[in-house]
Structures are given as structure tokens and as C-alpha cells.
């Protein structure tokens, strides 16, 4: 039987990991909220609930992916009771890996295309009208978008053929510790800038009051979303690297490191964006807005701008390509694990299946255009988007927390002593009240949360159409985690071998 590779070291683990967490997002949506929502004061919610939420989550994902020593293809079937349907659910995770790169692939393209369009001079000179207008021009370029795409797609799996080690580990060291440096060094240059105060005393000083304008129940569902969805847990993106992991650590002292590594990132972009934005009077906003439209603006006005634009766009593909890399790995064990394919014949396939579903995102811009799934100004991308972190996501982690904790699933006792082994923090079994039946409600609130806050302003029609097909997702689960093994399997069962 061939040996499963291992990481080669525990940074490597950690970096992959963490770059698999460390997203778009963390730049583009956290200094905002953390703003809106009153600085220092928001910060502080947001990290409990990284604590007991997205923690123990990513602990789940690394205990399956550990003791099954597979991807999600078998690890289920590995580690339910005889008789059991809990690896139906495997295909969360599958659909979601695809879901997730038919979007984000197209992304990454923009990001590595405004590299190389900043580093060339394309947007240099530019009023705001113009840097709206290049955006404009960029997403209604077919070709453009798609070639960029293309080569996020080679480059990404390019480094997940040469393995886990020489390719994923080495390859992801290298980006991972350039984004470290280029965050730090952008960071340092915001907060140089003439004003820039003002923006980390919007950022980094609580204001209970605006806090409080918005409503403190507002505040805390902002900070546990926000907290949930940085992580990318749900799809068995860390539960790969959790089957490549040894067993010298306990994973809640590894996860703690991976929070630690992506809670810094978020931090740090607020540190980039926001004192910059106020330094040139410029009214900071969320979303694609701020990246492909204010920054450029404020790039163009800043000394040496040309040269921060293209060191900041670098750090966000570098961000965005970490990510791709991690769920093309855990799609190629899919192939490798259920299939017995070697890694560069699964790489193969998947490249150009991913090049094909992408293409959909892209057309959403162009003769596509048309099409609105999600209401008046939504396109293809948002859908695709809107299927990964509004649904797949969370119930995928949903998934996760029953099949550690049920007696009909793999169990709290089998999933503690996988969570425990090793040096470092330990899984207290007094958590165990708390993981079986607050998590998962906590996941329920924050998924039909967002389905409302999301809907709700569409209209009624739609609102109630979309609340059906949730609900009916929850259900489908539900149905299969409370169910009880037949016959001879009905209560905890051990591992299977």
C-alpha cells in the first residue's frame, strides 16, 4: 500500500492552511464592517467568536480528515457506523470545491490582470471616471477576463501536480511569507500617510455609540458571520490538509495558529486600506468597489503610486491563489483517493473541467448578462458565489459538528481523542454539551440569518422562494444525521478500519 504523504514540516502545514483561509474577503469586507460597526469594539466580538465558533469548526474538519487519512471522498465512509448514510453527504464538500473555483478562478485573474495592468502603467494618470472606466472595461472584455483566468488556473495547478511537498508546501511557503512582507510594508506606508490617523481611530478605537446605532444585535451577527466565513471551512478544504497531518500536535493548538495567522491578515488590510482612504478624503466602501475603483484612485494620488498599486495587487493575488491551490488540492483527492489516479492525471482533468465551469462566471459579464438569478443587478458569479458562502459553506460545517458529536455518527468520544492527540491545547469534555447542541444551532442561526438579510429587501415572492429551498437543504441533513443506523448498528459504533 503506498504511504500517504505527509507535510514536511509543521510551518508548511500551518502556511497552506492558513493561506487556505486567508481570502478576498479578509480584504475587501473585514476593515469595513469593523469600521461600520464601531472599531476596537467589534474587533473584540469578532475574536470570541472565532474562538468558539470558527475554531472548533476547523478542529472538526482536521479531526475527520486525520483519522480517515483521506479526502472527503472515503472519509466518511471510514469513519460512520455501519449502515449509516452520513457519506452522502460528502458531496457538500465536492460540489462545493467546484462551486467555489468556477468563481473564484475569474477573481484571481482580475487580481493578477490589475498586477500587471499597475505594474505596466495602464492606470496610471487616471481621474476616478477613468479607473471606473478600466474596471468597466475589463469586465466586459470576454477574452481579457478569460485569459487571466486561464492562467490562474495553470499556475495553480501547475503547483499542485509536482505533490504535496515540492509543489503545495514549497510553492505556498514562498507566497505565503512574500504576503507577510507585502502587508507589513503596505501597512507601514498607510499609516505614514498625511491623515492617516483619522482612519485608525475610525478603525482600531471602539465607538460603542455607532456601534449601538446599528443595533448590538446587528453587531454580534456581523462579528459571527464575519467570523464563520473567514476560515473557509465547510467544504473539506481543511480537511485535506488535515488527512496530510501529523499526529505531534493537538488541533486545537494547530487551529489556534491558523485563526492567529488569518485574524493578523484582516487586521493588517484595515491597516492598508483605511488609513489610506482617509488620508485622501475618499469615503471607504466594501466589496469590489474598494479594490478595483478606491484604491487605484488613491494609488494614482499617492507618491509612488504606481509602484504601492502594484505591490498591493501582487499581495492579493498571492491571497487569492493561495486559496485556489488549497481546493485544487482537495479536488484532485477526490480522483487520487477514490479513483486510484496518479496526481498529474487528476490534475490534468480537473484543469481543463475547471477552465470549462469557469467560463459560465465570465459570460455572466458579456452575453450573459441577462440572466439575474438573485434579483436585479446579480449575475452568474454572484449565484455561483452566493451557492458556496450562503449555503454550502455553512451547512457543510453544519455537517461537520454532528458527524464529531452525534452517537450516530462518528461520535464525541472518537472525535475527542483524534482532536487530542499530540501536544498542546486540549478538547475539554465539558465542551461537549455546548458542540453537540449550541454549535449547530448557532450555524442555523447565522445561515437563515443570511438568507434574510439577503432576500428580504428583493421582495416577499423571492424571499419565501429561497427560504423553501434552505430549509429543504437543512432538512435533507438533518434527516441523515438523526437518523439511526439499521439493524445491528444502532447506537455509537466504532471506527471502521
Keep these: 500500500m503506498k504511504m500517504r504523504e505527509k507535510f514536511g514540516s509543521r510551518l508548511g502545514f500551518i502556511l497552506v492552511s492558513a493561506g487556505c483561509a486567508i481570502g478576498l474577503g479578509n480584504v475587501y469586507k473585514f476593515p469595513y464592517i469593523t469600521g461600520q460597526y464601531g472599531g476596537a469594539a467589534f474587533i473584540l466580538i469578532y475574536l470570541v467568536f472565532l474562538a468558539i465558533l470558527g475554531l472548533p469548526v476547523m478542529a472538526c474538519e482536521f479531526a475527520v480528515g486525520r483519522a480517515a487519512q483521506c479526502g472527503m471522498v472515503g472519509a466518511f465512509e471510514k469513519l460512520e457506523p455501519k449502515k449509516s448514510k452520513w457519506h452522502r453527504l460528502k458531496w457538500i464538500s465536492i460540489l462545493g470545491c467546484y462551486l467555489l473555483l468556477m468563481s473564484y478562478t475569474t477573481i484571481t485573474g482580475w487580481m493578477m490582470y490589475y498586477a500587471w495592468k499597475t505594474a505596466t502603467g495602464g492606470l496610471a494618470g487616471l481621474d476616478s471616471a477613468g479607473v471606473t472606466q478600466a474596471f468597466s472595461d475589463m469586465t466586459s472584455s470576454g477574452g ?52 492617516a490617523e483619522k482612519g485608525v481611530k475610525f478603525y482600531l478605537i471602539p465607538d460603542f455609540k455607532l456601534a449601538m446605532s446599528y443595533g448590538l444585535g446587528n453587531v454580534i451577527y456581523a462579528a459571527m458571520s464575519q467570523a464563520f466565513f473567514t476560515l473557509s471551512i465547510g467544504i473539506g478544504a481543511m480537511e485535506i490538509f488535515g488527512s496530510y497531518l501529523g499526529r505531534d500536535h493537538s488541533l486545537f493548538t494547530e487551529g489556534k495558529n491558523i485563526v492567529l495567522l488569518d485574524t493578523f491578515v484582516a487586521l493588517m488590510a484595515g491597516l492598508i486600506t483605511l488609513p489610506a482612504c482617509f488620508s485622501f478624503g475618499i469615503e471607504p466602501t466594501s466589496g469590489f468597489s474598494l479594490l478595483f475603483i478606491t484604491l487605484p484612485n488613491i494609488f494614482n494620488q499617492m507618491a509612488g503610486g504606481r509602484i504601492w498599486g502594484t505591490l498591493f495587487f501582487i499581495f492579493m493575488s498571492f491571497a487569492a491563489l493561495t486559496t485556489v491551490i488549497a481546493v485544487f488540492e482537495n479536488l484532485l483527492s477526490y480522483y487520487i483517493d477514490g479513483f486510484g489516479w496518479s496526481r498529474k492525471k487528476a490534475a490534468v482533468l480537473n484543469l481543463v473541467l475547471i477552465i470549462v465551469l469557469s467560463i459560465p462566471a465570465i459570460l455572466g459579464f458579456t452575453v450573459l448578462s441577462g440572466i439575474q438569478p438573485l434579483g436585479p443587478g446579480s449575475g452568474i458569479l454572484d449565484l455561483e458565489d452566493f451557492l458556496v458562502t450562503s449555503n454550502l459553506l455553512p451547512l457543510g460545517s453544519l455537517v461537520f459538528v454532528l458527524f464529531c458529536t452525534r452517537k450516530n455518527g462518528w461520535g464525541w468520544d472518537n472525535f475527542q481523542k483524534e482532536a487530542n492527540a499530540g501536544d498542546g491545547i486540549k478538547l475539554p469534555a465539558a465542551l461537549r454539551f455546548y458542540m453537540t447542541w449550541i454549535l449547530p444551532l448557532i450555524i442555523l442561526v447565522v445561515y437563515f440569518k443570511g438568507y434574510y438579510d439577503y432576500f428580504s429587501p428583493k421582495g416577499t415572492a423571492m424571499l419565501v422562494g429561497w427560504m423553501i429551498f434552505a430549509i429543504l437543504l437543512v432538512l435533507t441533513i438533518l434527516l441523515i444525521a438523526f437518523r439511526q443506523p439499521a439493524s445491528d448498528s444502532k447506537s455509537s459504533a466504532p471506527a471502521k478500519k
Aim: glycine fraction near 6%.
Design 144 to 195: 481579457t477576463m478569460a485569459l487571466w483566468m486561464v492562467l490562474a488556473v495553470l499556475i495553480s495547478f501547475a503547483v499542485c501536480s509536482i505533490g504535496l511537498q515540492k509543489g503545495i508546501e514549497r510553492i505556498t511557503k514562498i507566497m505565503m511569507t512574500c504576503l507577510m512582507l507585502l502587508i507589513i510594508i503596505l501597512a507601514i506606508n498607510s499609516l505614514m500617510l498625511d491623515g
